[in-house]
């Protein structure tokens, strides 16, 4: 009733699905609002319409036993797992607790949940119901929300129901198609609640009813029948001002108050166990000693038993539950607990002990630290630390109980709970913690506000905590010393905390590496050296490690094989002028978190790898992996990284967007104006300035960067500002930024730094010098990747030629910048060589439109990858989609390019 809308949006959504097209809607509102009988409502339509259906319901009690949502779904699926690729089949298979196996990464089963889905659909449409997912466990909702942003043309519709989020909530769902479910308008809200009294209603009674219901259809149904009709006829109630789902809740709770004894007892322990298993509930109730006598609270319409027990609503349970009194909660839960067959379900056996203790019980809290392992082992980091906590709240004794607290806290920051897991470090810390407790606890918090705040404190805190585990741990105390840099480098200094500088000196206390030091050790003391001898002296020792890790792969990265530290890898190789390595290890980067379905580090290294890519002039495949990071980082809802996106407009000289990308990193930077995201901005507006030729401009962007501390920036800074500044008649400024580009190159010994120092002594030269200096850029540059400013460097020797009056020379370096801009797509330097080219009375080539123009980045992402002749089970696997979403891309591709088969295709020539 009053439902036009949202039933139109559901018949939509069914549409598409028929048709071909996934699609997904999240219906929100507060408890009674009518999202169940939506759901209902769009069960029937896709019944009707010949579409399969398949839900799920999330139960509050099941949200600390990791994937038991997600395991609802699948097992309606059958055994179609067996189909998945192998590294799918074994994250699904540990997950499940199926088989054994180091944890699953989230979103290597949430691939593997597309593709059952997907594969479910191949017979035809499926619509997925998922009611109450707000209380679905941790682990389910994310995978469910990942899949739900990555279906595409699986024929699959997806209807997520949740209640409004209370401040402080994990929001999964969040950024997802949205369906709002607010109050029935009063018209509907009057021929409601006449529909369901029947008795004589005053007016005045009726206006109240309605105006307190807010048009919530549950408290229009059910408040007015616990009501006497007197006093629906005469008004005299008091009003209430609490919330209509909470006085729901009330009424609910008197109705069960009033059943007799046993049944109340009865309908407690039905509440308490979730599944709804009605053996088990009778095996509890014998133990009880009381009469499985559910007439009274059937009758009362609390809730009905034939193959399992379901409550009206889950509000009813939630009554039920909360009117008890403590000890019966605890009487009810122990006789679950014995009703439970350990070895099935040990799990839930210790969940419903540990629910049943008053006080403390060491016996208990330490088989729900065992259970918080398995919970582990399957990738449940969220469940691991709800029985990780509860085992502290159990624990007797005061230095166990800060140890399991710590333990909880650790857990619960892996899962994304940081605000839990700093209340639990604030139990930790009433202590006693030995001393590795304690330094550990130090690198936790800091961890902790570096997720959370980015903040100026962050490097001190590491600091801290590596001092602290100097004499305990000499390896982790490496370790940590080296995240402090890392954080430094990354969140910069505003002046009121600790700059990478600073934390250099600091690490120079770090204990000494053992005899057969790995990367770590050697990243560690080669940042040392740079930070506090000067850029000269950490080269060698920085270079041997990124030697040693493309030698050795990941060998070396620490105990626990971080791979993450080939995400700074990576950035070294570019602050020393290293585009070989920097391509090796970057890619390696990539090629890891890929195999590893390890999408929370992937969108990183897909964007450092995508920069690269844009210096070496790969503009098409560096947009190809920015966008496919961007979409990763929407699936996962993590923070995007938009630097590769920002460089690429730069380079490609879209002003408006490289300008709007510019203002959102400085906001973001939040004052902070050396963090790193700030410092790229600066250059990205450096380069677009430069390329269209407004060199005052680019020189204030440029000299910005160039200031960064980290040597990655301001190293690709150094070029942009001898360029504007020697334009802007600031030779001043061009010399200083000369010396320290061709100090930093005489130490790099790379063709790519020589050659950038060369063309910038020539920018700044004259006479046969410049000339001489131009020729060496031009050969330097040519034995390196860095194509983007080998074509630059073609560009100003052309320029400088033509104001020298060497025509013919000119239209030469000018007529192959031309080309080379044209072809990689850096279209204001291009313009800039087409400006000189026809003031040297020669008009440029046109570049040709390609077939290939018209392909989106994804598009030509997939293109390039099926031409290498790889199916689309594998380009899905490896692009985080389903194979069916691959078919549909290529459809698209082939129309687009004109051809019909994958065999054509590879003889495409692509961008």
Same mark, same amino acid.
């Given at each position: 009733?009053?439902?036009?809308?949202?039933?139109?949006?559901?018949?939509?959504?069914?549409?598409?699905?028929?048709?071909?097209?996934?699609?997904?809607?999240?219906?929100?509102?507060?408890?009674?609002?009518?999202?169940?009988?939506?759901?209902?409502?769009?069960?029937?339509?896709?019944?009707?319409?010949?579409?399969?259906?398949?839900?799920?319901?999330?139960?509050?009690?099941?949200?600390?036993?990791?994937?038991?949502?997600?395991?609802?779904?699948?097992?309606?699926?059958?055994?179609?797992?067996?189909?998945?690729?192998?590294?799918?089949?074994?994250?699904?298979?540990?997950?499940?607790?199926?088989?054994?196996?180091?944890?699953?990464?989230?979103?290597?089963?949430?691939?593997?949940?597309?593709?059952?889905?997907?594969?479910?659909?191949?017979?035809?449409?499926?619509?997925?119901?998922?009611?109450?997912?707000?209380?679905?466990?941790?682990?389910?909702?994310?995978?469910?929300?990942?899949?739900?942003?990555?279906?595409?043309?699986?024929?699959?519709?997806?209807?997520?129901?949740?209640?409004?989020?209370?401040?402080?909530?994990?929001?999964?769902?969040?950024?997802?198609?949205?369906?709002?479910?607010?109050?029935?308008?009063?018209?509907?809200?009057?021929?409601?609640?006449?529909?369901?009294?029947?008795?004589?209603?005053?007016?005045?009674?009726?206006?109240?009813?309605?105006?307190?219901?807010?048009?919530?259809?549950?408290?229009?149904?059910?408040?007015?029948?616990?009501?006497?009709?007197?006093?629906?006829?005469?008004?005299?109630?008091?009003?209430?001002?609490?919330?209509?789902?909470?006085?729901?809740?009330?009424?609910?709770?008197?109705?069960?108050?009033?059943?007799?004894?046993?049944?109340?007892?009865?309908?407690?322990?039905?509440?308490?166990?979730?599944?709804?298993?009605?053996?088990?509930?009778?095996?509890?109730?014998?133990?009880?000693?009381?009469?499985?006598?559910?007439?009274?609270?059937?009758?009362?319409?609390?809730?009905?038993?034939?193959?399992?027990?379901?409550?009206?609503?889950?509000?009813?349970?939630?009554?039920?539950?909360?009117?008890?009194?403590?000890?019966?909660?605890?009487?009810?839960?122990?006789?679950?607990?014995?009703?439970?067959?350990?070895?099935?379900?040990?799990?839930?056996?210790?969940?419903?002990?540990?629910?049943?203790?008053?006080?403390?019980?060491?016996?208990?809290?330490?088989?729900?630290?065992?259970?918080?392992?398995?919970?582990?082992?399957?990738?449940?980091?969220?469940?691991?630390?709800?029985?990780?906590?509860?085992?502290?709240?159990?624990?007797?004794?005061?230095?166990?109980?800060?140890?399991?607290?710590?333990?909880?806290?650790?857990?619960?920051?892996?899962?994304?709970?940081?605000?839990?897991?700093?209340?639990?470090?604030?139990?930790?810390?009433?202590?006693?913690?030995?001393?590795?407790?304690?330094?550990?606890?130090?690198?936790?918090?800091?961890?902790?506000?570096?997720?959370?705040? !980015? %903040?100026? &404190? *962050?490097?001190?805190?590491?600091?801290? =905590?590596?001092? #602290?585990? $100097? /004499?305990?741990?000499? +390896?982790?105390?490496?370790?940590?010393?080296?995240?402090?840099?890392?954080?430094?480098?990354?969140?910069?200094?505003?002046? !009121? %905390?600790? &700059? *990478?500088?600073?934390?250099?000196?600091? =690490?120079?206390? #770090?204990? $000494? /590496?053992?005899?057969? +030091?790995?990367?770590?050790?050697?990243?560690?003391?080669?940042?040392?050296?740079?930070?506090?001898?000067?850029?000269?002296?950490?080269?060698?020792?920085?270079?041997?490690?990124?030697?040693?890790?493309?030698?050795?792969?990941?060998?070396?990265?620490?105990?626990?094989?971080?791979?993450?530290?080939?995400?700074?890898?990576?950035?070294?190789?570019?602050?020393?002028?290293?585009?070989?390595?920097?391509?090796?290890?970057?890619?390696?980067?990539?090629?890891?978190?890929?195999?590893?379905?390890?999408?929370?580090?992937?969108?990183?290294?897909?964007?450092?790898?995508?920069?690269?890519?844009?210096?070496?002039?790969?503009?098409?495949?560096?947009?190809?992996?920015?966008?496919?990071?961007?979409?990763?980082?929407?699936?996962?809802?993590?923070?995007?990284?938009?630097?590769?996106?920002?460089?690429?407009?730069?380079?490609?000289?879209?002003?408006?967007?490289?300008?709007?990308?510019?203002?959102?990193?400085?906001?973001?930077?939040?004052?902070?104006?050396?963090?790193?995201?700030?410092?790229?901005?600066?250059?990205?507006?450096?380069?677009?300035?430069?390329?269209?030729?407004?060199?005052?401009?680019?020189?204030?962007?440029?000299?910005?960067?160039?200031?960064?501390?980290?040597?990655?920036?301001?190293?690709?800074?150094?070029?942009?500002?001898?360029?504007?500044?020697?334009?802007?008649?600031?030779?001043?400024?061009?010399?200083?930024?000369?010396?320290?580009?061709?100090?930093?190159?005489?130490?790099?010994?790379?063709?790519?730094?020589?050659?950038?120092?060369?063309?910038?002594?020539?920018?700044?030269?004259?006479?046969?010098?410049?000339?001489?200096?131009?020729?060496?850029?031009?050969?330097?540059?040519?034995?390196?990747?860095?194509?983007?400013?080998?074509?630059?460097?073609?560009?100003?020797?052309?320029?400088?030629?033509?104001?020298?009056?060497?025509?013919?020379?000119?239209?030469?370096?000018?007529?192959?910048?031309?080309?080379?801009?044209?072809?990689?797509?850096?279209?204001?330097?291009?313009?800039?060589?087409?400006?000189?080219?026809?003031?040297?009375?020669?008009?440029?080539?046109?570049?040709?439109?390609?077939?290939?123009?018209?392909?989106?980045?994804?598009?030509?992402?997939?293109?390039?990858?099926?031409?290498?002749?790889?199916?689309?089970?594998?380009?899905?696997?490896?692009?985080?989609?389903?194979?069916?979403?691959?078919?549909?891309?290529?459809?698209?591709?082939?129309?687009?390019?004109?051809?019909?088969?994958?065999?054509?295709?590879?003889?495409?020539?692509?961008?």
């Amino acid at each position: 009733m009053g439902r036009d809308a949202e039933c139109r949006a559901v018949a939509q959504l069914l549409a598409g699905a028929r048709a071909g097209r996934s699609g997904v809607l999240v219906v929100r509102g507060e408890a009674g609002i009518g999202k169940s009988a939506l759901l209902e409502h769009a069960e029937g339509t896709a019944t009707a319409s010949g579409v399969r259906v398949e839900r799920v319901v999330g139960v509050e009690a099941e949200m600390y036993f990791a994937f038991s949502g997600l395991h609802q779904l699948c097992a309606a699926l059958g055994d179609g797992a067996g189909a998945l690729p192998e590294p799918q089949q074994v994250a699904l298979g540990v997950a499940f607790g199926l088989r054994g196996g180091p944890p699953p990464d989230r979103f290597l089963v949430g691939l593997a949940t597309l593709n059952l889905l997907a594969e479910a659909a191949e017979e035809g449409p499926v619509l997925w119901l998922v009611d109450d997912a707000q209380w679905l466990d941790q682990a389910s909702a994310q995978v469910l929300a990942f899949v739900a942003r990555r279906v595409a043309a699986e024929r699959v519709a997806l209807v997520f129901a949740l209640r409004e989020p209370t401040d402080g909530d994990v929001r999964p769902f969040a950024g997802l198609p949205e369906l709002p479910l607010g109050g029935l308008a009063e018209s509907d809200a009057r021929t409601l609640l006449a529909a369901r009294v029947h008795a004589p209603l005053d007016d005045q009674v009726r206006d109240r009813i309605i105006a307190e219901a807010r048009g919530n259809p549950l408290a229009l149904l059910e408040l007015p029948g616990g009501a006497q009709p007197a006093r629906l006829a005469g008004g005299f109630e008091t009003p209430d001002v609490v919330s209509v789902p909470r006085r729901i809740e009330e009424f609910y709770g008197r109705r069960s108050g009033s059943l007799p004894a046993e049944t109340q007892l009865l309908l407690l322990v039905a509440a308490a166990e979730p599944t709804g298993d009605l053996a088990l509930l009778q095996r509890a109730t014998e133990h009880l000693g009381i009469a499985h006598d559910a007439a009274p609270a059937e009758a009362a319409g609390l809730f009905e038993i034939d193959t399992r027990v379901r409550f009206r609503h889950p509000l009813v349970r939630s009554a039920v539950y909360r009117a008890a009194a403590p000890p019966d909660r605890r009487r009810a839960h122990g006789a679950l607990a014995v009703a439970t067959d350990p070895s099935v379900e040990p799990d839930r056996r210790a969940w419903h002990r540990a629910q049943s203790v008053s006080g403390t019980d060491e016996e208990v809290a330490a088989e729900l630290e065992r259970s918080a392992e398995r919970a582990r082992a399957r990738g449940g980091s969220a469940a691991a630390g709800a029985f990780l906590q509860r085992a502290a709240e159990l624990t007797p004794e005061p230095a166990r109980r800060a140890g399991r607290a710590l333990e909880a806290a650790q857990v619960k920051h892996q899962a994304g709970a940081q605000d839990a897991a700093l209340k639990l470090l604030t139990v930790a810390a009433i202590g006693p913690l030995d001393a590795r407790q304690r330094a550990r606890a130090q690198l936790l918090r800091a961890r902790i506000d570096f997720q959370l705040t !980015r %903040g100026d &404190g *962050v490097a001190g805190m590491l600091l801290d =905590a590596a001092r #602290a585990l $100097a /004499p305990l741990d000499a +390896a982790l105390s490496r370790e940590t010393y080296l995240h402090a840099l890392d954080a430094a480098l990354v969140i910069g200094s505003s002046g !009121r %905390g600790h &700059g *990478v500088v600073e934390v250099a000196e600091s =690490a120079r206390a #770090a204990p $000494a /590496p053992p005899p057969s +030091a790995g990367a770590v050790d050697l990243l560690l003391d080669g940042l040392v050296a740079t930070y506090t001898q000067g850029y000269g002296s950490g080269v060698s020792v920085l270079r041997g490690a990124l030697e040693r890790l493309r030698d050795q792969g990941t060998d070396g990265l620490g105990r626990y094989g971080d791979d993450s530290w080939l995400w700074l890898a990576g950035r070294i190789a570019v602050a020393l002028y290293d585009d070989e390595l920097a391509l090796v290890l970057l890619d390696r980067h990539v090629r890891l978190a890929r195999e590893a379905g390890a999408l929370a580090s992937l969108p990183a290294a897909l964007d450092a790898r995508s920069v690269t890519l844009l210096l070496s002039g790969e503009f098409a495949h560096a947009a190809e992996l920015a966008a496919e990071g961007a979409a990763l980082s929407r699936s996962t809802g993590a923070r995007p990284h938009r630097n590769a996106q920002l460089a690429i407009a730069a380079w490609r000289g879209l002003e408006v967007e490289t300008l709007e990308l510019h203002a959102s990193a400085v906001d973001r930077a939040d004052g902070n104006r050396d963090s790193a995201e700030a410092m790229l901005a600066h250059y990205g507006s450096a380069v677009l300035h430069n390329a269209l030729g407004r060199y005052p401009a680019a020189e204030r962007a440029a000299t910005h960067a160039s200031l960064s501390s980290r040597f990655t920036i301001s190293n690709l800074a150094l070029p942009e500002v001898v360029e504007a500044a020697v334009r802007a008649g600031r030779p001043e400024r061009a010399t200083a930024a000369l010396e320290e580009l061709g100090a930093r190159a005489r130490a790099a010994g790379t063709a790519w730094a020589l050659g950038l120092a060369a063309r910038s002594r020539a920018l700044a030269g004259t006479g046969t010098a410049a000339d001489d200096d131009y020729r060496e850029a031009v050969e330097r540059l040519g034995n390196c990747r860095i194509a983007t400013h080998l074509a630059r460097t073609h560009l100003v020797y052309g320029e400088w030629l033509r104001r020298e009056g060497r025509r013919q020379d000119a239209r030469e370096q000018l007529r192959t910048a031309h080309q080379m801009l044209s072809d990689m797509g850096a279209e204001a330097f291009a313009g800039r060589a087409a400006r000189e080219l026809r003031a040297t009375g020669e008009h440029p080539r046109a570049r040709n439109t390609l077939l290939t123009d018209a392909l989106t980045a994804q598009e030509l992402h997939i293109a390039r990858l099926v031409a290498t002749g790889a199916t689309s089970r594998e380009v899905a696997a490896q692009l985080f989609l389903s194979p069916r979403t691959i078919e549909a891309h290529l459809r698209n591709i082939f129309r687009k390019l004109g051809i019909t088969s994958r065999r054509q295709l590879r003889k495409v020539q692509l961008p």
